[in-house]
């Protein structure tokens, strides 16, 4: 795993904008693994100030969601469709056809499955994910893989943790229905992105930060998994580094690589 530690949570955003315009502008048809949450927000709104200043266009690019909530509409407020279609869609170039969240208002199983198929095969047409985005849960789930999630699983429904449905309560209105399932990819679906930047802030997040990255491969941390993948890099604020027992390490390792690729190095 590459760890990049930077000073602030608005450097954390301009290092994931950097490799998001990367992937635009050097594949011809970038296809982009996008993730909801508030993490993400700051990234999205440097896409739409770098689109806005022309200095990157999103015409050709797909994206994929990670999740969605089982039995609310598209339309809802809270559901991930009009988070991205609010903080990034909108404002941005990308055809809309070429966004995809999960579909996931009915409340049939028999229906949700297909959903689920569907999406992991809309995936593979498109070529397969070249950048995946992701935030972390307190309880280290990516996407809405809970903890025990198989590290093998694909796109399917899956139901929230207690303490996942608290943490996201601050959204519904006090008395709203609140989704308790949802439809995510897999932790499997993940990993055959072609690359993963998993941006994490705050000292919330500090233990499952610390889990994922020196602890166990364990399904108790979905996250861990990552470990397993080649292409990933963590990115950080002090905050949410700041239990990692191998921190100076991997600042030294960052200091090395810079120089190597400047040619400085002694
Ligand atoms: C949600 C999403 C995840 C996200 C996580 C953390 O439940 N399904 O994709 O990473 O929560 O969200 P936040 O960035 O708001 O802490």
């Known amino acids: ?8 949570t608005h450097d954390v955003a301009l290092y994931a904008a ?30 739409v100030a770098r689109y806005q200043a022309k200095q990157v266009s999103f015409r050709q690019a797909v994206s994929f969601n990670l999740d969605e909530y089982i039995g609310i509409t598209d339309s809802h407020e809270q559901s991930y469709r009009t988070f991205m ?7 941005i170039d990308i055809a809309k056809s070429n966004t995809h969240v999960p579909l996931a208002e009915s409340k049939d199983a028999i229906v949700l499955k297909k959903s689920a198929q569907d999406y992991e095969a809309s995936i593979q047409q498109a070529g397969g994910i070249d950048l995946q985005i992701l935030g972390i849960g307190l309880n280290g789930h990516i996407g809405f893989n809970e903890p025990t999630s198989s590290f093998a699983s694909r796109t399917r429904i899956k139901t929230l943790s207690e303490s996942t449905v608290a943490a996201n309560k601050r959204f519904f209105k006090a008395g709203e229905y609140q989704p ?30 610390k889990a994922m990255i020196e602890g166990p491969l364990s399904a108790m941390c979905p996250a861990s998994a990552l470990q397993l993948h080649e292409a990933t890099t963590i990115v950080l604020d002090e905050d949410a580094a700041s239990l990692l027992a191998l921190k100076d390490y991997y600042q030294w390792c960052e200091l090395k690589r810079q120089q190597l690729y400047e040619g400085s190095l002694t």
């Open 1 to 8: 795993m590459q760890v990049i530690i930077l000073p602030s």
């Open 85 to 91: 279609n609010q903080h990034l869609f909108d404002h």
């Open 180 to 209: 308790q399932l949802a439809l995510t990819m897999g932790i499997g679906s993940i990993l055959d992105s072609r690359a993963v930047l998993l941006m994490a802030t705050g000292k919330a997040k500090a233990e499952a930060v």
């Open 18 to 47: 950097d490799r998001v315009v990367d992937v635009i502008n050097t594949k011809t048809n970038p296809v982009l693994g996008l993730a909801t949450g508030s993490t993400p927000i700051a990234l999205y709104e440097e896409l």
